[in-house]
C-alpha cells in the first residue's frame, strides 16, 4: 500500500506530498457490527475549544446507511451539557456528507457538511479544519486535495466549542456509543 506524507503552511496550504510505498503495521480494523471502537478520557490536550485540525486515514468496509453517521472522532456523550465535536461521515437522505458538529454550550448543535461519497476498500486520507470566530467554517481536504469548505447552519456560534469531561471515541460517538466506523 501506499503511504501519503502532507505538509501544510500556517495556513493550511499544502506545502508537500511525499509518497512511499510501505507495508503499515499500526492500522486498526475496526467492526461497526462488534462495536468496536477506540477511546481515551478527556484531558486537556483532547479538550480543544477553537481553531483545530482532525486529520485521518480511513479505508471504509461499508458506508453508513440511511439516516446513519460513520464517526471518525468525536468528543460527544449523550448526557445534557456533554456535547463538544464530532468528524464523521454521514447519510443524509441518501447523499453522503463529510460533516462536522459543534456545540459551544454543550447542548444545542450545529453542523457544517461537504458532500462526498468515498469508495470502499481503499485508504484516504481525510484532513477536516476547523476555522472558529464570528462566522465559523470548515475546509475538507481528501488525500491533500481540498473537497471544498462549508460554513455552519444555525445556530451558528461566535465563541468557541464547548469544554467538558466528554470521552474522546475514535470510530464512534456518543453514550452509549453509536454511530461506528465500518
Known amino acids: ?3 501519503f506524507t502532507y505538509t501544510y503552511d500556517d495556513n493550511g496550504n499544502l506545502e508537500t506530498k511525499i509518497i512511499q510505498s510501505v507495508v503499515s503495521g499500526f492500522s486498526a480494523d475496526i467492526e461497526k457490527d462488534s462495536g468496536q471502537f477506540f477511546s481515551a478520557a478527556d484531558s486537556m490536550s483532547l479538550s480543544v475549544t477553537g481553531d483545530m ?3 485521518c486515514w ?5 458506508l453508513p446507511s440511511l439516516g ?3 464517526a471518525f ?4 456523550d449523550d448526557a445534557v451539557g456533554f456535547l463538544s465535536y464530532v468528524f464523521n461521515l454521514r447519510n443524509d437522505g441518501g447523499t453522503f456528507k463529510l460533516n462536522f458538529l459543534i456545540a459551544e454550550d454543550g447542548i444545542n448543535a450545529a453542523q457544517a457538511d461537504i458532500a462526498h461519497t468515498p469508495a470502499t476498500g481503499i485508504w484516504n486520507h481525510y484532513a477536516l479544519k476547523y476555522t472558529s470566530g464570528v462566522s465559523p467554517q470548515i475546509e475538507i481536504l481528501k488525500d491533500g486535495v481540498s ?6 447552519g ?3 456560534f461566535a465563541n468557541s466549542i464547548h469544554d467538558n469531561a466528554s470521552t474522546l471515541r475514535i ?3 456518543a453514550s452509549p456509543a453509536g454511530n461506528f466506523l465500518d
Do not use: H, N, Y
Request: aromatic fraction near 14%; charged fraction near 25%.
Open 58 to 62: 480511513v479505508k471504509f468496509e461499508t
Open 53 to 55: 485540525t482532525i486529520e
Open 73 to 76: 472522532v468525536s468528543k460527544w
Open 171 to 173: 470510530g464512534a460517538f
Open 154 to 156: 444555525q445556530p451558528t
Open 147 to 152: 473537497l471544498g469548505t462549508a460554513a455552519f
Open 68 to 70: 446513519a453517521r460513520a
Open 1 to 3: 500500500d501506499d503511504t
